[in-house]
């Protein structure tokens, strides 16, 4: 089945820092990834689509400037948590769409916890 | 996007059949009713999906009824490996949006 894999799975950082979260599709080629974040007993929440050397749509209330996305191959896809703030602490998960199979199927990476100190 | 409701939490025996419930009255006839499952701190596992007919894979079968206006995740023998969270999720096809809009789901508990 299609692997999706996260660098790192998990990230503590000082609050001010930046931290970049690497999603990657293994054995398919990824024309749409999302990332999406959930905090703890709650659902999945998705931040943003990325379609592969395009700009990611933001979904409503979440900061661009912030969270920065470049999905500049069709196998990897990046968020980089800007000013990272002890509120920005939570687990943080990709998933990406194989165009190559009409597209029906997400498939999820494992997800990256991060802590702000 | 239409909305699911499904049971916050369910349990079920070892080796037992679980059924799990999703009504999705406001379905549309270009939706696809897609179910993902999540163990804890991992990411989402596909699991099934189907637009009108049942669907059998390798880890679950899906009933989906003649109006559409809900759905059944059968897992048919459960195990410990599938406590998890269960989201059924409706997703439109067509377009550009393959997004996938998460609610609460169903936290499942196998019992040994």
């Known amino acids: 089945g299609a692997v999706v894999s996260q660098h790192p799975s998990w990230v503590i950082c000082k609050s001010g820092t930046s931290v970049k979260i690497e999603c990657r599709s293994l054995d398919f080629q990824a024309t749409t990834m999302f990332w999406y974040r959930q905090f703890p007993k709650q659902s999945l929440m998705l931040m943003a689509t990325?379609?592969?050397?395009?700009?990611?749509?933001?979904e409503q209330g979440v900061e661009k400037d912030k969270f920065l996305i470049n999905h500049a191959s069709l196998t990897l896809s990046t968020l980089t948590v800007t000013s990272a703030h002890p509120e920005d602490s939570s687990f943080y998960i990709c998933?990406?769409?194989?165009?190559?199979?009409?597209?029906?199927?997400?498939?999820f990476g494992p997800g990256t916890r991060l802590t702000v100190l | 996007d239409a909305k699911t409701t499904q049971p916050n939490s369910m349990e079920s025996n070892e080796e037992e059949p679980v059924h799990l419930p999703c009504n999705h009255s406001t379905i549309s006839g270009t939706d696809y009713i897609h179910w993902y499952r999540q163990l804890p701190s991992q990411g989402p596992e596909y699991v099934i999906h189907?637009?009108?007919s049942n669907v059998n894979n390798r880890m679950a079968s899906l009933a989906i009824a003649e109006d559409r206006k809900s759905s059944t995740l059968i897992l048919h023998r459960a195990t410990l490996r599938d406590a998890a969270v269960y989201y059924c999720?409706?997703?439109?096809?067509?377009?550009?949006?393959?997004?996938?809009?998460f609610g609460k789901g169903t936290l499942l508990t196998v019992n040994p």
């Open positions: 990325s379609n592969e050397g395009s700009k990611a749509t933001y």
């Open positions: 998933s990406a769409r194989d165009g190559t199979s009409g597209g029906r199927t997400q498939y």
């Open positions: 999720i409706l997703r439109r096809s067509g377009g550009s949006n393959y997004k996938l809009t």
């Open positions: 189907g637009l009108t």
